[in-house]
């Protein structure tokens, strides 16, 4: 059957962008709003605005893609719509990220998991945060608006083998667990999602919010790396962007953009790091400070029959028995998930090499994976990572702290405990010179005294969050509550780098509603007749 591609029919039809790599000469272009990102944040704002009859720009670093270029290889896909190939990786090398690259971004390849912000989280921010208006009470409405608008339902199918082992391990052992909802409507079904939605299910910011905001006459500038915020007193007059050529490598042509007000939806590393290499006021030296990464371990187990991890939704369940168990200031707690199981995805997280590594990837199709995500931000001792400028771009220094090996300590005995109570016969927690465990009895024992240290335990991430924070008090916070600058009239910001700490769950649904609130009241500003 043959699938329709709405981003090459929406060009056909006349949509605005304007592909970088082949500008040939400096450009200015002006509009009411100019949008620096197409994630979460930039693609809701985008069609927000735009749907109040406000003239927008939508700028991103990635190529424009669609489901005609998604074809379900890794060795395309990761190079192709993911930060650094996805082998970004914090300053010591210890943690692995993946994030977005491309029209859309993350939402393009996310795994469709959507969570509203934990009410633990928004309490903590309202008590500790100076965060205001942000109750579950008042998100409600913005939340079900973008449930509504992204089709995001509780998914309705049997889990694949990889989620019902998460499941049935919690109901043996009598924890929590929950169906996930998705972001997805006509799905196949097909596990493929961390690589570009090749059927057009995965309702993300490249097929649905930039579309609705192109379809009303906004400018979509792909490959194209803002490189300046222009500003001066309290007011942004330009932003200077590189032209980036099909390999996003700088051409040497500068692109200007000119706005009445000018919205930072690049992401929790790369809107902190324009805004210092810009040098705009931070006169408490927050930015790039308390980024958090819910720095992710893994646990693989053995099964009988066939797990074929690769197939099916790749999240469909979680649970949260040990998130908040010991409160938000307490001992670090952990969500339960599990990722999709890809060859390369797999081979490049999980330990050994030579032979001991071609064992492993030979039971490739009976190998389930836990993972769990560390909720980090609450505790005295998990401030996060710092992101700082270099001659090159950024680092990101995330030292992983005592409270965080304890909690990896806890969340491997958990995982372990969990996959032997769903049927497997065997447990690799993927650290360096664990063996296989055989028992839940013997892995308690190797779990509590196993050796866990950064480079040797295997720790991932595909959640950044924080480094700009909001908040009401100009001493912790760069922007107010409803993400407006403290520091200029015409400047916000809107994606995951406001929250001042992790949310204990994946984070688009929280910046696709807090945004929709903010873009809205900004919206009806920005359209508000003078008095």
């Given at each position: 059957?043959a699938?329709?591609?709405p981003?090459?029919?929406?060009?056909?039809?006349?949509?605005?962008?304007?592909?970088?790599?082949?500008?040939?000469?400096?450009?200015?272009?002006?509009?009411?709003?100019?949008?620096?990102?197409?994630?979460?944040?930039?693609?809701?704002?985008?069609?927000?605005?735009?749907?109040?009859?406000?003239?927008?720009?939508i700028?991103?670093?990635?190529?424009?893609?669609?489901?005609?270029?998604?074809?379900?290889?890794?060795?395309?896909?990761?190079?192709n719509?993911?930060?650094?190939?996805?082998?970004?990786k914090?300053?010591?090398?210890?943690?692995?990220?993946?994030?977005?690259r491309?029209?859309?971004?993350?939402?393009?390849?996310?795994?469709?998991?959507?969570?509203?912000?934990?009410?633990?989280?928004?309490?903590?921010?309202?008590?500790?945060?100076?965060?205001?208006?942000?109750?579950?009470?008042?998100?409600?409405?913005?939340?079900?608006?973008?449930?509504?608008?992204?089709?995001?339902?509780?998914?309705?199918?049997?889990?694949?083998?990889?989620?019902?082992?998460?499941?049935?391990?919690?109901?043996?052992?009598?924890?929590?667990?929950?169906?996930?909802?998705?972001?997805?409507?006509?799905?196949?079904?097909?596990?493929?999602?961390?690589?570009?939605?090749?059927?057009?299910?995965?309702?993300?910011?490249?097929?649905?919010?930039?579309?609705?905001?192109?379809?009303?006459?906004?400018?979509?500038?792909?490959?194209?790396?803002?490189?300046?915020?222009?500003?001066?007193?309290?007011?942004?007059?330009?932003?200077?962007a590189q032209?980036?050529?099909?390999?996003?490598?700088?051409?040497?042509?500068?692109?200007?953009?000119?706005?009445?007000?000018?919205?930072?939806?690049?992401?929790?590393?790369h809107?902190?790091?324009?805004?210092?290499?810009?040098?705009?006021?931070?006169?408490?030296?927050?930015?790039?400070?308390?980024?958090?990464?819910?720095?992710?371990?893994l646990?693989?187990?053995?099964?009988?029959?066939?797990?074929?991890?690769?197939?099916?939704?790749?999240?469909s369940?979680?649970?949260?028995?040990?998130?908040?168990?010991?409160?938000?200031?307490?001992?670090?707690?952990?969500?339960?998930?599990?990722?999709?199981?890809?060859?390369?995805?797999?081979?490049?997280?999980?330990?050994?090499?030579?032979?001991?590594?071609?064992?492993?990837?030979?039971?490739?199709?009976?190998?389930?994976?836990?993972?769990?995500?560390?909720?980090?931000?609450?505790?005295?001792?998990?401030q996060?990572?710092?992101?700082?400028?270099?001659?090159?771009?950024?680092?990101?220094?995330?030292?992983?702290?005592?409270?965080?090996?304890?909690?990896?300590?806890?969340?491997?005995?958990?995982?372990?405990?969990?996959?032997?109570?769903?049927?497997?016969?065997?447990?690799l927690?993927?650290?360096?010179?664990?063996?296989?465990?055989?028992?839940?009895?013997?892995?308690?024992?190797?779990?509590?005294?196993?050796?866990?240290?950064?480079?040797?335990?295997?720790?991932?991430?595909?959640?950044?969050?924080?480094?700009?924070p909001?908040?009401?008090?100009?001493?912790?916070?760069?922007?107010?509550?409803?993400g407006?600058?403290?520091?200029?009239?015409?400047?916000?910001?809107?994606?995951?780098?406001?929250?001042?700490?992790?949310?204990?769950?994946?984070?688009?649904?929280?910046?696709?509603?807090?945004?929709?609130?903010?873009?809205?009241?900004?919206?009806?500003?920005?359209?508000?007749?003078?008095?």
């Amino acid at each position: 059957m043959a699938i329709q591609d709405p981003i090459q029919q929406g060009l056909a039809s006349g949509w605005k962008h304007i592909d970088a790599s082949q500008v040939a000469q400096a450009q200015t272009l002006e509009a009411d709003v100019v949008i620096v990102g197409s994630g979460a944040g930039g693609g809701v704002a985008a069609e927000i605005l735009s749907e109040a009859g406000l003239s927008v720009i939508i700028i991103e670093g990635g190529p424009l893609k669609s489901s005609e270029s998604f074809n379900m290889e890794e060795r395309r896909a990761y190079p192709n719509l993911y930060q650094q190939a996805a082998s970004m990786k914090t300053k010591d090398k210890a943690i692995g990220i993946f994030q977005g690259r491309a029209v859309g971004g993350s939402t393009t390849v996310n795994w469709t998991t959507s969570i509203r912000t934990p009410q633990n989280a928004l309490e903590y921010w309202a008590k500790e945060k100076s965060i205001t208006g942000l109750s579950a009470e008042s998100l409600k409405p913005w939340f079900e608006k973008m449930e509504q608008r992204l089709n995001i339902s509780e998914w309705a199918y049997e889990p694949n083998r990889n989620n019902l082992a998460l499941r049935q391990g919690c109901e043996a052992l009598g924890w929590d667990f929950t169906v996930i909802k998705r972001n997805v409507a006509g799905c196949w079904n097909s596990g493929y999602c961390g690589m570009g939605c090749p059927v057009n299910a995965k309702q993300s910011m490249l097929l649905t919010t930039i579309p609705a905001a192109l379809n009303r006459g906004a400018t979509l500038v792909s490959r194209a790396k803002v490189s300046q915020i222009e500003h001066t007193n309290d007011k942004v007059y330009g932003l200077k962007a590189q032209a980036l050529s099909e390999s996003l490598k700088p051409t040497g042509v500068e692109l200007l953009f000119k706005a009445k007000h000018y919205i930072l939806s690049a992401g929790a590393i790369h809107t902190p790091t324009l805004m210092m290499r810009s040098k705009l006021p931070d006169p408490y030296n927050i930015l790039g400070k308390r980024t958090f990464l819910h720095p992710t371990l893994l646990s693989g187990a053995m099964f009988n029959d066939p797990i074929n991890g690769h197939a099916g939704a790749p999240q469909s369940i979680y649970s949260d028995q040990f998130v908040w168990q010991d409160g938000a200031e307490g001992e670090l707690g952990y969500k339960l998930e599990v990722p999709p199981v890809h060859p390369i995805l797999i081979a490049s997280k999980t330990l050994g090499y030579g032979q001991s590594h071609a064992e492993l990837m030979a039971k490739f199709n009976q190998l389930q994976v836990t993972i769990a995500l560390v909720r980090d931000g609450y505790h005295p001792d998990s401030q996060g990572g710092q992101v700082t400028l270099t001659d090159t771009g950024f680092s990101l220094d995330y030292p992983l702290t005592d409270a965080f090996w304890h909690a990896a300590r806890r969340a491997f005995a958990s995982m372990a405990e969990l996959q032997f109570a769903a049927g497997a016969k065997q447990v690799l927690p993927i650290s360096e010179g664990m063996p296989y465990l055989s028992s839940w009895t013997e892995a308690k024992k190797a779990i509590a005294e196993m050796d866990l240290a950064p480079l040797k335990t295997v720790v991932a991430s595909a959640h950044v969050m924080g480094g700009c924070p909001m908040g009401e008090d100009t001493k912790t916070a760069m922007v107010d509550s409803e993400g407006s600058s403290h520091y200029f009239d015409n400047l916000s910001v809107m994606d995951g780098s406001l929250f001042p700490t992790s949310l204990g769950a994946n984070p688009q649904l929280s910046i696709y509603g807090i945004t929709a609130k903010n873009a809205s009241l900004l919206a009806q500003r920005l359209t508000a007749k003078p008095q």
